[in-house]
């Protein structure tokens, strides 16, 4: 443990001793939580692996005070006594983990997915919410205080051992916080004084009701990265008072809905995008200052703190990829921890789209309740993978995980399939990191990988499977669109040019606005390449994370890419295409490269050798049906329980 000794040494927040300088960040993560809004086995579950994976502390998150606050559908609400029991079980579930466990409270004010929002001003949420707020009258306003300190009392009693109030991220106490948010005109609206109010006095009657040794702690952004927004300057201006009115610790992030620099930022930031913020209020104050934004590495964790920027880091999807993460990390295990990818996918998206949230790099995510030990093959058989791509070798390492002898084998010289060309474009290499686990998962448990290898009855029958699993991935289709195998452009796709067998020249058109025809436009634009993307659909990326789609969009805003959506193709001409969008009819001309990106169609070509074969045959990932990675892994872990 001496290589991180300083993520792995103990801190003392208020009357709290952690083992470790790792927090778990509340995650508004939408599932287990049943009708009434108690917890369920389900996310008790969810937090026990984490515990167990040896996090220092950990948060629930969306805990809601209020009614009107209640963020999402499926979080734990506190407003009432009858949430004690469920949230009793969960902490005495997690107690023999030795992992200090909270409740993060908040209010989601006009960021709230219902009808009867409320919040200091009657103004809209700046993006992904819709509708106006209800303006709080002074009475509500100490409703809502008075609602916040009897929910820390409940998470008292229930056994939390902390508690953190979300004053961050644009929900109701950042809304009182911020100048474009709150536009009163009484003695909680106008001056830096008044508009911190609230959180002040809910601050007091939290301490009131749950007493002095009962650890407290505040998340607040250190900037908003938006117009009129709160500021650093502000930050740390509250992070004194927030001291000296006794905080046992402070949390620095950043961002709201909206914003330029988003909460949840995508793979396209740097690691570590906010800890100049904990810095900057570090220097402030001296109780423990917690940091986060970004952060994967083990290595980075304990460079901040050796560093005297924080005093601890939150994490919040790497601990959703890996919940033994700490545990590896603390034992020098570095390449075993599963990787987040920063997509996303599967934690973000599905939870602003108010499904259960999930992880691409991690199918289990929700489902620790039901999958807690692999059960060993009895008897383990010999399985041949075919196709190195993520989810033959996702398969592959659930199948040796539970005994069975694998062998994977791919004609290519290299592992990875299409996952490996997505990561080309700028910004997007951290998608191999998870191709990267899994091959060091492999190698671990000694498991054979042919490269190079031909698929052929003779090469089937030396390896001498009893089951088959067909990973062998998908390739672009080829439209059919009048004058395309006519014209005088260099006809391609996006794997053409991602693998470099096809150069394209300096005027580009791009057929397909999917992640793919994106981030390949992205690719070329960074190249020099006047690029012009065609578009069929009416939105762009669609299967991407809107936050993720965010960052591409935006490096996209340059003079050499133009976008065009709702596209239809009237023909290609020798050096460019004729086609209508948005009404009017548009012609390209002068262009030498088209390159096609839009529907993919599975490699299937290897089941025809295994037709006359008494071996069961399972087809998973795009040889399947072409989707999404976290999809395909999702099936392919399945598939690897299952043989």
């Known amino acids: 443990m001496s290589h991180l000794k300083h993520l792995f040494s103990p801190i003392q927040i208020g009357t709290m001793t952690a083992k470790n300088r790792l927090l778990m960040s509340a995650m508004s993560i939408n599932f287990g939580v049943d009708d009434a809004g108690n917890v369920t086995e389900q996310l008790t579950e969810y937090f026990v692996a984490r515990a167990k994976g040896g996090t220092g502390m950990m948060l629930v998150g969306g805990g809601a005070v209020h009614p009107t606050g209640l963020e999402l559908p499926h979080l734990p609400t506190l407003w009432d006594d009858a949430c004690i029991p469920s949230l009793e079980v969960m902490t005495e579930a997690v107690r023999p983990y030795d992992a200090k466990f909270g409740m993060q409270l908040m209010h989601g004010g006009r960021q709230s997915y219902h009808d009867d929002k409320v919040a200091p001003s009657p103004l809209p949420a700046e993006a992904v919410v819709k509708g106006v707020p209800r303006e709080l009258t002074l009475s509500e306003i100490h409703e809502m205080a008075a609602a916040f300190g009897d929910s820390a009392r409940r998470c008292r009693d229930a056994g939390f051992d902390f508690i953190e109030i979300h004053a961050a991220h644009g929900y109701l106490i950042n809304q009182f916080m911020a100048k474009n948010s709150n536009k009163r005109e009484d003695e909680y609206g106008g001056s830096f004084e008044n508009r911190i109010r609230f959180l002040l006095e809910l601050f007091r009657d939290i301490k009131d009701k749950t007493g002095d040794d009962f650890p407290v702690g505040i998340r607040i952004n250190g900037n908003d990265y938006i117009k009129n927004g709160w500021t650093l300057e502000e930050a740390l201006k509250l992070a004194v008072i927030l001291e000296q009115q006794g905080a046992d610790y402070l949390h620095i992030s950043a961002g709201v809905y909206g914003s330029t620099e988003l909460t949840i930022p995508s793979m396209y930031v740097k690691h570590g995008c906010f800890v100049h913020l904990a810095e900057a209020v570090k220097k402030e104050v001296s109780l423990p200052v917690f940091t986060v934004g970004r952060i994967k590495s083990p290595e980075m964790a304990d460079r901040i703190i050796k560093e005297g920027k924080a005093d601890a880091v939150a994490m919040g999807r790497s601990l959703l990829a890996d ?321």
């Open 323 to 643: 919940p033994e993460f700490a545990n590896k990390a603390a034992s020098g295990d570095l390449t075993r921890i599963r990787p987040c990818i920063g997509c996303c996918l599967g934690c973000i998206h599905n939870v602003l789209a108010l499904e259960p949230g999930a992880c691409v790099a991690n199918p289990d995510v929700g489902r620790e309740y039901q999958v807690k030990d692999e059960v060993r093959a009895d008897p383990p058989k010999k399985i041949l993978v075919v196709g190195a791509g993520p989810a033959g070798l996702a398969a592959a390492r659930m199948a040796a995980t539970r005994g069975h002898e694998v062998v994977v084998c791919d004609e290519k010289g290299h592992i990875g399939g299409l996952a490996r060309l997505a990561a080309i474009p700028p910004g997007r290499g951290e998608i191999m990191d998870i191709v990267d686990f899994l091959r060091n998962e492999l190698d671990r448990m000694q498991v054979e990988v042919r490269l190079n290898a031909k698929l052929t009855e003779e090469f089937i029958k030396s390896v001498g499977p009893q089951e088959i699993i067909l990973a062998s991935g998908s390739l672009p289709e080829m439209p059919i669109i009048k004058g395309l195998f006519q014209t005088k452009m260099t006809l391609c796709t996006v794997v053409d040019i991602l693998e470099g067998t096809v150069i394209a020249g300096d005027r580009v058109i791009v057929i397909g606005g999917n992640q793919a025809g994106l981030v390949l436009a992205d690719f070329l634009a960074e190249k020099g390449k006047d690029v012009a993307l065609l578009n069929r659909k009416r939105h762009f990326g669609e299967e991407m994370s809107s936050n993720d789609r965010f960052y591409v969009r935006e490096r996209l805003k340059r003079d050499n890419v133009r976008l065009h959506k709702q596209v239809s193709v009237k023909a290609f001409l020798p050096d460019g295409a004729v086609f209508r969008s948005g009404g009017e009819e548009v012609r390209l001309e002068g262009f030498d490269t088209v390159v096609i990106s839009e529907k993919m169609t599975p490699i299937r070509k290897a089941a025809e050798l295994f037709k006359d074969m008494d071996i069961p045959v399972h087809i998973i990932g795009d040889a399947k049906s072409p989707r999404i990675l976290m999809h395909a892994l999702s099936e392919a872990e399945e598939i690897g329980r299952t043989v």
